[in-house]
């Protein structure tokens, strides 16, 4: 089973799948994200722009939403030869869900400059299996295959993947695939237990240097809980060859009960 279908040519019908982690009558935003890339890189094909490839999806997150019919738009913002911005949404429950702005541009051969510092994490196959069923409820949560290396209540190495589709019966990019699990980061290796401490994210930014490819996403990340109700939580995202870009969620901390 999918974590969407089609039922229109902008409509689509959530699935048990996508129950989520603060509670489960509400939709878990993880493969909302990955839905919007998808419409952004559907729109870009049609438009005859697959010359153009994401680097950043800036996504905000305008509240929490039901397992109802999805509405969705996109629309180019700034159009270009070489680099295009484009916005895309969904409503739900009559009203504004997400919101995505991603950024388009034409790539060239760089491969002679490639490099970066950031340091490489432990493989897949060498880092521990972890169950994050324990700290979070929800259907999303049950779809994915974790494996994380823990070094302290807010910062640890993982790798994370799904074998779940995410549109039903629909040819979707590894980098869609892709979107649709970095929201997991901000649950990833709690600070405190999210019964006591509720730690939402408002947003999630992923700039995007080369595009992951393979099943696993691995996520390099800390979480830092301020003095004055607000939280950052940072990552740095791998595939199996190495670093391919960032991630920043802005959180908003309070303690329950």
């Known amino acids: 089973m999918a974590y969407f279908r089609r039922t229109g040519a902008t409509t689509f019908e959530p699935t048990e799948q996508v129950s989520g982690a603060w509670r489960t009558d509400e939709q878990h935003v993880a493969p909302t994200l990955g839905l919007l890339a998808h419409l952004v890189e559907t729109d870009r094909d049609a438009r005859g722009r697959d010359d153009l490839v994401v680097t950043r999806l800036a996504y905000d997150i305008w509240g929490t939403y039901r397992l109802e019919t999805m509405h969705t738009e996109v629309q180019v913002v700034r159009p270009g030869k070489g680099v295009e911005l484009v916005e895309a949404a969904v409503s739900c429950g ?5 919101t995505l702005r991603a950024w388009l541009a034409r790539p060239g051969d760089t491969t002679a400059l490639a490099a970066d ?3 490489r994490i432990p493989a897949p196959h060498e880092t521990p299996e972890a169950d994050l069923t324990k700290d979070w409820p929800g259907g999303f949560i049950k779809t994915v295959e974790v494996r994380r290396a823990q070094a ?13 589709p995410l549109v039903e019966d629909e040819k979707v990019s590894p980098l869609a695939r892709a979107a649709g699990i970095l929201d997991v980061a901000n649950g990833l290796t709690v600070r405190r237990d999210p019964r006591e401490v509720a730690f939402p994210n408002l ?6 240097y080369r595009i992951p490819e393979g ?3 691995g996520f390099d990340t800390s979480v830092s809980f301020g003095p004055a109700g607000v939280g950052l939580t940072s990552t740095v995202l791998h595939d199996e060859h190495g670093p391919v870009g960032t991630v920043s969620q802005s959180l908003v901390v309070r303690p329950l009960g």
């Open 94 to 98: 009559g009203r504004r869900a997400v």
């Open 117 to 119: 510092p950031l340091p």
């Open 152 to 164: 302290e209540p807010g910062r640890a190495s993982a790798w994370i993947r799904t074998d779940v």
């Open 203 to 208: 947003d999630l930014s992923a700039h995007l």
């Open 215 to 217: 099943d696993w996403i």
